[in-house]
């Protein structure tokens, strides 16, 4: 047998861009990040080869399974170009696990993939910190991931991230509920900002505009219009769950991503239904304004495209609309009533929005 010190050439993995040791060196980095996510049912060190969660000891008696996954899309570009790291990962968590919570499922954990040309331990490092944090905040067990080393697929300093959540949900509650009808009250919970969706709209807006991601926003000086476009997509589970146990009336959710109001809010209706949105009851934050004057943006377009300030639409019944609004306030939640479900199809808009 030959010694592969005299073989030709003498390759190694490293000599073809796959750095082994820093891998290894980002698995000890989060460790203590990933163990911070722990939750009843998910209790292993990650380092196998697959994650373990425990319904049974999760209290579950009658569960459904919901399975949820996403991506941050081209807001990543931003992160990368800026060096701001430590947000997206909030954001990836946050598409998984809204998209869980409104069929009334609660987010039991989550796994990540990240992949790279060339693993920067300490940068993959704050990234995931972000997915850590994401988790914390929906109470969700981050249970193990994958990171991915591969050069010649990405230029140097790119990544990409991609996010897989599960959850459960008792049978008898999941949404939306067979009985949404007609006068049911359409509520809105405010974003954070622009969340995760329309960036490449975004990106080509701030480039017509020559604004600088690193000079202060247009349309809020006290931080620079990278931070201000980087703020993570807001993570409704816990207010949600809490308004799930206070008693019945919550009849569907919708998440507000791509699509807008226009095309996510009749994916939870039944046919025949539509909702009438009035649009001076949405509170607009000051950067869809900014995004609209740059780009020429017409409100239709605005409306499929971004949340224009509405992140989360509730639909309850209206005997318990005043209840349900006062305990996602109670939670920290900024509501908005929006309107009612009327008969028809679609989106009925009435009013402007405030651009």
Same mark, same amino acid.
């Given at each position: ?11 190694? /993995? ?22 911070? =996510? ?12 697959? &994650? ?6 999760? &209290?579950?008696? $009658? ?18 170009? =800026? ?29 990540? /993939? ?14 995931v910190a972000g997915i850590a944090e994401?988790?914390?905040?929906? @109470? ?11 050069? @010649?697929?990405?230029?140097?300093? $790119? ?25 049911d009250v359409v509520l809105g919970l ?8 329309? /960036? ?11 604004? !600088? ?14 931070? !201000? ?6 993570? /409704? ?11 019945? &009336? ?6 507000? =991503? @791509? &699509? ?96």
């Amino acid at each position: 047998m030959t010694d592969k010190s005299t073989r030709a050439n003498a390759l190694s /993995y490293a000599d073809a861009g796959v750095d082994i040791d820093a891998g290894n060196r980002l698995v000890t980095l989060i460790k203590p990040l990933v163990k911070a =996510t722990r939750r009843p049912g998910a209790d292993a060190e990650i380092g196998g080869f697959g &994650g373990l969660f425990d319904l049974k000891a999760a &209290g579950f008696k $009658d569960p459904l399974l919901v399975a949820a996954n996403d991506g941050v899309g081209t807001k990543l570009k931003i992160a990368i170009d =800026t060096k701001i790291h430590d947000t997206v990962g909030i954001d990836l968590v946050a598409m998984c696990v809204n998209d869980l919570i409104v069929q009334g499922a609660e987010p039991l954990f989550f796994l990540d /993939y990240f992949a790279t040309g060339k693993l920067d331990p300490e940068e993959a490092a704050t990234v995931v910190a972000g997915i850590a944090e994401g988790c914390r905040i929906a @109470g969700a067990a981050l249970i193990g991931g994958e990171t991915a080393e591969m050069p @010649g697929m990405y230029k140097a300093g $790119d990544y990409d991230l991609a996010g897989f959540a599960v959850g459960a949900v008792e049978r008898e509650q999941l949404l939306p509920s067979p009985d949404i009808a007609s006068g049911d009250v359409v509520l809105g919970l405010a974003s954070s900002g622009v969340h995760s969706n329309g /960036y490449s709209l975004v990106r080509r807006i701030v480039e017509l505009s020559g604004a !600088a991601f690193d000079a202060p926003a247009p349309f809020d000086a006290s931080q620079s219009l990278a931070r !201000a476009l980087m703020q993570p997509t807001r993570i /409704y589970v816990k207010p949600l769950l809490a308004a799930f146990r206070a008693g019945p &009336g919550i009849k569907a959710l919708a998440h507000i =991503t @791509g &699509g807008g109001f226009i095309d996510n809010i009749p994916r939870v209706l039944p046919e025949g239904l539509a909702a009438s949105i009035d649009l001076d009851a949405v509170v607009v934050p000051p950067v869809f304004g900014w995004l609209a004057r740059a780009g020429g943006v017409a409100d239709h377009e605005m409306l499929r495209t971004f949340n224009c300030g509405v992140g989360m639409i509730v639909v309850v019944a209206p005997e318990a609309a005043d209840a349900v609004a006062a305990v996602l306030a109670s939670e920290g939640e900024q509501v908005m009533r929006l309107g009612s479900l009327v008969p028809g199809e679609g989106v009925i808009f009435n009013g402007s929005l405030a651009l």
